[in-house]
């Protein structure tokens, strides 16, 4: 766990220095991370005190080099304001990721075919199978 100045040379020489994983602190903007893992995966994260647990808590934004050093600091210092505004980001993304899944039920699919196969074909057996799904 070293505290250094990133800089796109420091970013781009990083290595896991032998550890399964190995963390990179920046000390420009506080809570932004570089872990570095053994098989040389660069992945941005930011680490944070959460505004509900009061426990330390981190979430990934992005990989290098799809996620430059200047948008990780920029997307960094987004996410520590979201703290500051007393809402927790990590907390944010598991409802998101719930209420995806809770659109994805059987009875949202079977809706999603009858408007697009049924509803648009204007079957005269329309009613039939919509009485055979709900039974």
Not at 17 to 38: A, H, M, P
Not at 39 to 65: C, D, L, Q
Not at 69 to 93: C, F, G, H, W, Y
């Amino acid at each position: 766990m070293a505290k250094i100045r990133l800089t796109d040379r420091a970013v781009v020489g990083a290595t896991s220095e032998g550890k399964i994983q190995n963390d990179y602190f920046d000390t420009q903007v506080t809570g932004l991370c570089l872990r570095v893992s053994k098989t040389g995966r660069k992945t941005w994260m930011v680490v944070y005190t959460s505004p509900i647990t009061r426990k330390r808590a981190r979430i990934k934004i992005g990989t290098y080099p799809e996620l430059s050093l200047a948008n990780a600091r920029n997307k960094a210092i987004a996410t520590k304001s979201k703290v500051a505004d007393n809402t927790d980001p990590q907390a944010e993304k598991r409802l998101a990721t719930q209420q995806m899944k809770a659109q994805a039920t059987v009875r949202s699919q079977v809706e999603q075919y009858f408007k697009k196969h049924v509803d648009e074909q204007r079957l005269r057996s329309a009613s039939e199978l919509r009485r055979r799904f709900d039974h």
